[in-house]
Each structure stands twice: as structure tokens, then as C-alpha cells.
């Protein structure tokens, strides 16, 4: 919770001061669309995760290594990006800012438990923020591993190019 208190401080303080910013031409505002570009945040990202281990039994998942290595960010208007990684694609809502929000919504993944692959259906959720060489996401995977018994797993990714 101290995570996403400090992030919409920290964005809501940055927001804040550049929209009280003047020009100086004397009255134009700088605004967030003056310093965000959709186009220079699509493409591939390095993803580097920092999540949580999860225990099931004795074997512990470590969706670090679970993840892929990039992620490919693709749009096709000013407020809505897909990153693609691996098959699936999972959609954000993006603002003037490059802030992102991803609502609730599955997607297909592969674990390993005791060397044998799962294939299961997991929910996805955050938020985060692109520019255009640097990027941060912070969100929950969910899922049922056993039926009836919902577990989930925080991350915080870093994205650069």
C-alpha cells in the first residue's frame, strides 16, 4: 500500500508542477501533452521484475524468473497501449501523461511445479507509467493453483530500452 501511496504522490506532485508551469510566450500552459508522445513509448522493453516469491508446498515460484525478458508495447490510439508478452496481450488505458492503468483481466500462463508445466488462467492488474526510454508497472498477478483458494502475487516492474 506504501508503494502506490508514494507513486500517486510522487505523480500527482509532477503532474501538479508541470501544469502550474507558464511558456514563454506568456500565457500558453506547458500541459502534459507538451512532454508525452505515445509513439516514442512503443516498441520493446527490457522488463527487469522485482516480485514476490510464492510457496506452494515445498516449491517456491519465482515469478522473476517466470516472466519474459521484454515486453513489445503497441498501440493503435492516444489512450489505449497492448503489451504483448509471450502470446498474450493485455491492455492499459493511457493518459496525456504516459500513466497507465491496467484493469482486471486473464490471461494464459505457464508455471512449473516440481518440473512438470501448468497451464493456468491468471488475472492481471496495475498501473504504471511510460516516457520514452523508461517505464515502471506495479501489478498483481492472481490466480487459483487450488480450486476455490485465490493467491496472488505483487510485482514491480522496471521497463527500459
Given at each position: 500500500?506504501?508503494?502506490?501511496?508514494?507513486?500517486?504522490?510522487?505523480?500527482?506532485?509532477?503532474?501538479?508542477?508541470?501544469?502550474?508551469c507558464e511558456s514563454s510566450s506568456g500565457g500558453?500552459?506547458?500541459?502534459?501533452?507538451?512532454?508525452?508522445?505515445?509513439?516514442?513509448?512503443?516498441?520493446?522493453?527490457?522488463?527487469?521484475?522485482?516480485?514476490?516469491?510464492?510457496?506452494?508446498?515445498?516449491?517456491?515460484?519465482?515469478?522473476?524468473?517466470?516472466?519474459?525478458?521484454?515486453?513489445?508495447?503497441?498501440?493503435?490510439?492516444?489512450?489505449?497501449?497492448?503489451?504483448?508478452?509471450?502470446?498474450?496481450?493485455?491492455?492499459?488505458?493511457?493518459?496525456?501523461?504516459?500513466i497507465f492503468n491496467i484493469e482486471p483481466q486473464?490471461?494464459?500462463?505457464?508455471?512449473?511445479?516440481?518440473?512438470?508445466?501448468?497451464?493456468?488462467?491468471?488475472?492481471?492488474?496495475?498501473?504504471?507509467?511510460?516516457?520514452?526510454?523508461?517505464?515502471?508497472?506495479?501489478?498483481?498477478?492472481?490466480?487459483?493453483?487450488?480450486?476455490?483458494?485465490?493467491?496472488?502475487?505483487?510485482?514491480?516492474?522496471?521497463?527500459?530500452?
Open positions: 500500500m506504501k508503494i502506490y501511496l508514494s507513486f500517486f504522490l510522487k505523480t500527482f506532485l509532477i503532474f501538479s508542477f508541470l501544469i502550474s500558453d500552459e506547458l500541459g502534459p501533452v507538451d512532454f508525452f508522445n505515445i509513439d516514442n513509448s512503443l516498441g520493446v522493453w527490457v522488463m527487469n521484475p522485482l516480485c514476490e516469491d510464492y510457496q506452494f508446498g515445498n516449491e517456491i515460484i519465482s515469478l522473476d524468473e517466470e516472466l519474459p525478458d521484454s515486453v513489445t508495447v503497441m498501440a493503435d490510439s492516444s489512450s489505449y497501449i497492448y503489451i504483448q508478452a509471450g502470446e498474450n496481450n493485455i491492455v492499459a488505458s493511457i493518459n496525456n501523461a504516459g486473464p490471461f494464459q500462463a505457464q508455471i512449473n511445479l516440481n518440473n512438470l508445466p501448468l497451464d493456468i488462467t491468471v488475472d492481471i492488474q496495475g498501473n504504471g507509467f511510460l516516457s520514452d526510454s523508461i517505464g515502471n508497472m506495479d501489478v498483481i498477478f492472481s490466480f487459483e493453483l487450488i480450486p476455490g483458494t485465490l493467491d496472488s502475487i505483487n510485482c514491480s516492474i522496471d521497463l527500459s530500452r
